[in-house]
């Protein structure tokens, strides 16, 4: 193809250029980062980064889209539920905790600055929960259907089962870390086998 | 030594005041200290720093909302009412508590890391209230032995993602709906998928 290598060079300077205005942007906030900043510490020209993405709005968007988006999405898959309703969640719940806690980050900056960041942008992060909530709610639906759980309102309950991790990303996002609940494997099955056969 | 404390008071009400409205940066003592009536010395012989002040005015406001909604619930062989006592209260708490967590993330730099550690504090004492009412009820065998700590947190988890969603986003708390939903929680909860409820 025609072009093809300059394409790739593009497409590493963009990587670039979304790296560090993230970093920068978390570090000294979206209102006080401007794009020669970024420019600068890229070490590229300032009309380079408005070729790219347009606007700081638009660039600030392209972050959010590139790294909820695409980044840890893998980590979702969709399950077909078996008889053991603990396990197949616990693969869920892992998958989310994979996809949230790297994440936190992102929440951080939008809490911070959701005074200035462009209101439309949170749209990516809104897409990123519906998601997820859509993959729990899906598999619950699908397990109701077979017999496997009671009849339950899905969309409730995978509310109910996200806000375990959402919790925990909130701790990362402001202390770095989550005091109240290592994350791995056996403890979000602990979490799990409670969520599912309750405390009575 | 009354009026000390009123002074303290006032300062601190006006405060919080311009601290909400126009945050830590544009809000100088002066305008504190104008506001509560009081002379700028006066303002920094109680508090120090503007900073000292900040804190001291987040943390009161916790402490206060903490105390006027934190609900003790002893078990009864109703877990799911008792849930249900347990998380209106709680839920009025974050509800009260919306402005005060407005100002602490909106002004998180300003207040990075002190500030956390009195969040922090505060809202771990909401989660080990709900484990607290756990461990007894597994002692009094209404419910299953479970692990008492997993579920305060897993209960807290939900008003927790409430308090969030109603603080950053143009969600408005609706106390009535909270109810219902509440109690909808309460019974997931208690029996989890796979148990039917018991009338």
Known sequence: MKGGKRVLKGSATRQKILAIAFDLFSKQGFKRTSISDIALYAGINEITIYRHFGSKDDLFAAILKDVITSRYRKHLIDLEPTEDIVADLTEIGVAISNYVIPNASIMRLIIMEFDSIPRDTIIFADIALIEIMNLISKYLAKAVEKGLIKKIDVKFAADAFFCFFYRSMTDHAFRGRDPLYRMNRSSIRNFVTLFVYGIM | ?199
């Open chain 2, 1 to 199: 030594m009354r009026r000390t404390s009123e002074t303290r008071d006032r300062i601190m009400k006006a405060a919080f005041e311009g601290f909400v409205e126009n945050g830590y940066d544009r809000t100088t003592t002066r305008d504190i200290a104008r506001k509560a009536e009081v002379n700028e010395v006066t303002l920094f012989r109680h508090f120090g720093s503007k900073e000292r002040l900040f804190m001291d005015v987040i943390d009161t406001k916790m402490r206060e909302q903490m105390d006027m909604y934190i609900k003790r619930v002893e078990p009864t062989e109703d877990p799911v009412s008792d849930l249900v006592e347990m998380g209106m209260a709680f839920n009025e708490a974050m509800i009260a508590n919306i402005p005060t967590m407005k100002l602490i993330t909106r002004e998180y730099k300003n207040t990075h890391p002190s500030m956390m550690k009195v969040m922090s504090d505060y809202y771990f004492s909401h989660v080990e209230v709900f484990s607290d009412y756990f461990h007894k009820a597994i002692e009094k065998g209404y419910i299953r032995k479970v692990n008492a700590d997993l579920a305060g947190i897993m209960f807290f988890s939900y008003f927790y993602k409430l308090l969030i969603v109603y603080s950053f986003r143009k969600v408005r708390p609706q106390p009535n709906i909270g109810r219902e939903q509440i109690e909808e929680y309460a019974r997931l909860f208690v029996y989890g998928l796979l148990r039917e409820e018991q009338q």
